[in-house]
């Protein structure tokens, strides 16, 4: 079936470093990816998403490309802020289908 | 314009009983999905519900049940409660027809189990 794995946590930087969170994923056909992001007590927000293959997803500075001949869709920022404090969730959907397949999820702590 | 509301935010049961958790769709949305999130973990699909019918499931037993409202919201009915229902339950709705894969999600349901 299919499946998303990502890099364990938490992970820790200081303001203004660069951050790469991988992911990587199994799936049947071709899936939309997508990173969301879970702030304390609140919901999953979309980040970003990526619908096919060599497309880039960008939100917010944050941005991933899917690549399909590594089967990854790493989530990078140039410069982190305090305020990008969360835990980042990888996600892909098949096509038509509301179910949603989530990585484990990624900590991250920035602090100033 | 509200997003999704769900309802009670949280809430403590003991094994072997019944809870019911509810859900309003973003409005305009006609699409209403549940996941199940365990504590340090992704969520995980539950169902998904459409003009009022189960659209699509996930691996979860019987135990759990939904059902639709002509105005959209939605309820998630979990029976025989275990320890191991203990999550944040999270509701997610969309507009069938816009791209099924784009989700907004509510901030949540937490269920404690004793």
Not at chain 2, 33 to 51: K, R, V
Not at chain 2, 54 to 73: M, T, V
């Amino acid at each position: 079936g299919d499946s998303v794995t990502q890099m364990e946590g938490p992970v820790t930087l200081s303001e203004e470093a660069f951050l790469t969170i991988n992911c990587t994923y199994t799936a049947t056909g071709y899936p939309s990816l997508f990173w969301y992001v879970q702030y304390p007590g609140e919901g999953l927000q979309l980040l970003l998403k990526a619908t096919k293959a060599d497309d880039k997803g960008s939100n917010k500075g944050f941005e991933a490309t899917y690549r399909k001949e590594t089967t990854s869709f790493h989530l990078e920022k140039g410069s982190v802020q305090v305020s990008d404090s969360a835990v980042y969730f990888c996600a892909l959907g098949g096509a038509g289908s509301y179910q949603l397949t989530f990585g484990k999820g990624t900590k991250l702590s920035v602090i100033p | 314009d509200a997003g999704v509301t769900q309802s009670p935010t949280h809430l403590i049961k003991t094994r072997g009983q019944q809870v019911t958790l509810r859900c309003s769709p973003k409005s305009g949305h006609d699409t209403v999905s549940w996941y199940q999130q365990a504590l340090g973990q992704g969520p995980q699909f539950i169902f998904q519900y459409y003009e009022e019918e189960e659209r699509q499931r996930g691996n979860f037993p019987d135990r759990f049940s939904g059902h639709q409202f002509p105005n959209y919201s939605s309820e998630l009915n979990v029976n025989a409660l275990l320890l191991g229902d203990s999550a944040l339950y999270l509701c997610a709705s969309s507009l069938v027809g816009t791209g099924a894969n784009v989700l907004t999600f509510g901030a949540g349901s937490r269920l404690t189990v004793l």
